[in-house]
Nanobody
Framework: QVQLQESGPGLVKPSQTLSLTCTVSGGSITTSSYYWSWIRQPPGKGLEWIGAIRYAGNTYYSPSLKSRTSISRDTSNNQFSLQLSSVTPEDTAVYYC??????????????WGQGTQVTVSS
C-alpha cells in the first residue's frame, strides 16, 4: 500500500517561500510510469494542479505558477518537495501531494496524501 504524507509549516508570511515535503512509503518515486504531483485547493475553490516530477526526474509546472514554483526530489529518502516563492494570501490553500499514473490501461491519480493547510498571513 502506497502512502504519501505532506509536511511543512502551516503558516507562511507574505513574500516568503512556501516549502513542503511529501514522504512516500510503500513504493519508490523512481518507479517507471509515475508522476509525483502537487495540487492545492484554496478555500471555496476547486483543485488546482501546481506541478509534478516524473520518475526520471523531469519536472512540469502549471503555466500560471511556473515562475514561482520549484519541485525537487530526494531519492535516498523517497521524498519530493515543493517550493513556492513570493507567496501572497491568494496562495492560502490545502496542499496535497499525489501520485499520477500513466500506463497502457490506466491513467489518473491513484494515491493522495491527506493534505496540509498552509495559510499565508503576516
Amino acid at each position: 500500500q502506497v502512502q504519501l504524507q505532506e509536511s511543512g509549516p502551516g503558516l507562511v508570511k507574505p513574500s516568503q517561500t512556501l516549502s513542503l515535503t511529501c514522504t512516500v512509503s510503500g513504493g519508490s518515486i523512481t518507479t517507471s510510469s509515475y508522476y509525483w504531483s502537487w495540487i492545492r485547493q484554496p478555500p471555496g475553490k476547486g483543485l488546482e494542479w501546481i506541478g509534478a516530477i516524473r520518475y526520471a526526474g523531469n519536472t512540469y509546472y502549471s503555466p500560471s505558477l511556473k515562475s514561482r514554483t520549484s519541485i525537487s526530489r530526494d531519492t535516498s529518502n523517497n521524498q519530493f518537495s515543493l517550493q513556492l516563492s513570493s507567496v501572497t494570501p491568494e496562495d492560502t490553500a490545502v496542499y496535497y501531494c499525489a501520485r499520477f499514473l500513466i500506463a497502457d490501461n490506466k491513467v489518473g491519480y491513484d494515491y493522495w496524501g491527506q493534505g496540509t493547510q498552509v495559510t499565508v498571513s503576516s
